[in-house]
């Protein structure tokens, strides 16, 4: 299998062209590789714990935009406990996770972890009530 998938074409991912998708499949099918991998730190509800921040503020030790989170995640911060997911996870499979984790901001679960890092100026995640919508007729 090893075999198979190294002889395939890898997604390259150019991180400064890269923007937040809150595409419903891709945070579905993410949502998996985060509760396999990312719960044991995270939590379920990405509230944080005794080795994983929080997930859900606007708090980032290590930048909270899609550039930063998909840097930490692929390259991780093993001095720290996180680790390198890409390499053990493909190129898209960390953009699709970066996507799953931004999505948690302003969830604000129970009993969350307190704050770590700098807030940022500028939320990733715009919330629906401050986002205009026309309707046609």
Not at 24 to 51: F, M, S, W
Request: proline share 6%.
């Amino acid at each position: 299998k090893k075999k198979f998938l190294a002889s395939q074409p890898q997604l390259a991912i150019d991180v400064d062209k890269l923007e937040y998708n809150a595409d419903a499949e891709i945070l579905a099918r993410r949502q998996k590789i985060y509760t396999i991998n990312c719960v044991p730190c995270h939590r379920n509800d990405g509230g944080g714990n005794t080795i994983g921040p929080n997930l859900t503020d606007v708090y980032w030790i290590h930048g909270g935009t899609v550039k930063n989170v998909f840097s930490t995640v692929n390259t991780g911060f093993v001095e720290k406990g996180m680790p390198a997911w890409g390499k053990t996870m493909s190129q898209g499979d960390v953009r699709d996770v970066t996507f799953f984790v931004l999505s948690l901001q302003g969830t604000n679960p129970a009993n969350a972890k307190a704050p770590q890092g700098d807030p940022l100026e500028q939320p990733v995640i715009q919330k629906a009530d401050s986002v205009k919508s026309e309707a046609s007729l």
